[in-house]
């Protein structure tokens, strides 16, 4: 290939990668402009039909109004989302230690995971509003009680997620480790955690909503009030007053919140697996 050839394909190689560059720009640009779109889009549109048919506040409050009525009591707020975003927090972490070693043991011994797994599946299946209320009983500390509920909610899908992942290693793979003899640790480390991770941080995007969800449906059970509170307890006490812009602004929080969480687990999974795992990666158009 003479001199000229190999111009012309590095021209072509070079006008590929700036096309292919340009179009994950764009691509990046499309999947944070869309749906800021869409969502401004309905925010307008439920703002004009507010004004249009002159709804009152006390029925459907304005986006505006809400927006108002937030940083308006941003000091009432701000402790109560605190205090939500805590008990969330600390429960997914809880639910996290003890999914994952769990989930460890039951891929150990199948004796264990005969015996315990019945118990987890019970915890899932029963709603959360029938546990809350035993647990305020049996248990002195509200705190204690609501955080005990969100972690029932949180653990049960990082324990499945983890154990099918643990399990879903090649079973080629698995000879080849034990034909080289590798140590248990070698086989954990570079077959098991591999294989297991896609599945846990997909149970980590699940887990974390749940964990939200779970402590806002505790707290509504317990009727919590008083300074250690959150933002489920100002929804309530809203609602005693029929302070509806008050609710929405509590509301808007909550889903923010949980908006937060995925992202974040979102992009936490698009780190760690975006480039070698096929979830993750993203194919070029």
Not at 1 to 7: D, L
Request: overall charge positive.
């Amino acid at each position: 290939m003479n001199t000229a050839a190999k111009a012309a394909v590095a021209d072509d190689f070079n006008a590929g990668a700036a096309h292919l560059e340009r179009a994950r720009k764009r691509e990046n640009w499309l999947r944070v402009v869309l749906p800021v779109l869409i969502v401004s889009g309905l925010f307008v549109a439920w703002e004009l039909v507010v004004r249009v048919n002159d709804i009152p506040h006390y029925i459907l409050p304005a986006p505006s109004l809400v927006l108002k009525t937030l940083v308006n009591n941003w000091a009432s707020l701000a402790p109560a989302l605190w205090f939500t975003v805590k008990l969330t927090l600390f429960a997914l972490l809880a639910a996290i230690v003890g999914g994952v070693l769990l989930a460890m043991a039951f891929a150990l011994s199948k004796w264990v995971e005969i015996s315990l797994f019945p118990i987890a599946v019970i915890l899932q299946v029963t709603p959360i509003v029938a546990i809350a209320p035993l647990m305020l009983i049996y248990i002195h500390s509200t705190t204690t009680a609501l955080l005990l509920c969100a972690w029932i909610v949180a653990f049960f899908p990082i324990l499945s997620n983890t154990v099918v992942g643990l399990k879903s290693a090649d079973s080629n793979l698995r000879d080849l480790y034990a034909l080289y003899g590798a140590t248990p640790w070698q086989r954990f480390r570079f077959l098991l955690v591999p294989s297991a991770l896609p599945y846990f941080l997909a149970g980590l995007k699940v887990a974390g909503g749940l964990s939200l969800i779970g402590a806002v449906v505790a707290e509504f059970t317990a009727g919590a009030a008083g300074k250690e509170t959150g933002l489920a307890s100002r929804i309530l006490e809203s609602s005693f007053r029929t302070e509806i812009p008050m609710m929405f602004a509590a509301l808007l929080l909550v889903s923010l919140l949980g908006i937060t969480i995925f992202v974040a687990f979102a992009a936490l999974s698009k780190k760690i697996l975006g480039h070698w795992h096929e979830s993750e990666m993203r194919r070029e158009q």
